[in-house]
């Protein structure tokens, strides 16, 4: 089960800064932290099912996640990746609509969650807050966009190469400045791209002869970033 947890204040969140929620008056926060609840979750729980209705806004203070859609075959796709000062949910949650998909943690992760109540009433108040949704409702649809057009017009190994990439850019790294700041099974890179699993290793087997990576189990470090940009097909 997740475990119920004291939250730190709004103001005093470490990933507020990076959040929608940065230039919040304070006034505003302590609302927000006034009627917040949040819950611990680990690897393999569910913060939120598909076809379930939305309750709230989640946070994430802490951790990164992972929201995916099951297929008829039970095979999972990974639409998304989130990190700490992102939210989840907050396209049906706006919609009035059921979940679409389910999110679940790739790492221990610390969810804070704001009534939908006190969320519309801050949207509706704070124009600043408004824009910057709007902003994030828009990049999304971009992205989702470009996903389309790779899955159609890109082979399986130019796929995975832009993965790579976009976990590098969007992770960040280790301390050594090369090992992305994830781990991630081979299932889960393959769910991301639109594959099997089996190809997803066997490319990255590719990648290590040539130099473009190096494996330590979930771990992958980026050796020749050039060559995964070639490989990718795509304008550095």
């Known amino acids: 089960m997740n475990r119920k947890l004291t939250l730190p204040s709004c103001e005093e969140c470490q990933t507020r800064a990076c959040s929608i929620f940065s230039e919040l008056t304070k006034a505003e926060m302590d609302f927000v932290a006034e009627s917040k609840g949040g819950n611990i979750y680990k690897r393999g729980q569910n913060i939120f099912y598909e076809g379930t209705r939305p309750s709230g806004l989640h ?117 050594d400045g090369t090992t992305i700041d994830v781990s991630l099974t081979r299932e889960d890179l393959a769910n991301i791209v639109g594959t099997a699993t089996e190809t997803v290793i066997r490319f990255l087997s590719e990648f290590k002869q040539d130099k473009s990576i190096d494996l330590k189990g979930r771990k992958i470090r980026v050796i020749n970033r050039a060559n995964l940009v070639r490989t990718a097909n795509i304008y550095d």
């Open 59 to 175: 946070c994430i203070s802490s951790g990164k996640v992972k929201v995916y859609k099951i297929d008829h075959t039970g095979k999972e796709q990974i639409v998304r990746l989130a990190k700490a000062g992102d939210i989840l949910g907050y396209r049906s949650l706006i919609s009035g609509e059921l979940y679409s998909s389910f999110a679940a943690p790739l790492e221990d992760a610390v969810i804070c969650t704001i009534p939908k109540e006190v969320f519309f009433e801050l949207v509706e108040k704070n124009s600043t807050l408004s824009m910057r949704l709007m902003r994030l409702l828009s990049r999304e649809l971009r992205s989702a966009e470009g996903r389309i057009s790779n899955m159609a017009q890109k082979t399986v190994r130019e796929r995975l190469a832009e993965t790579l990439l976009m976990l590098a850019e969007f992770c960040g790294f280790e301390k």
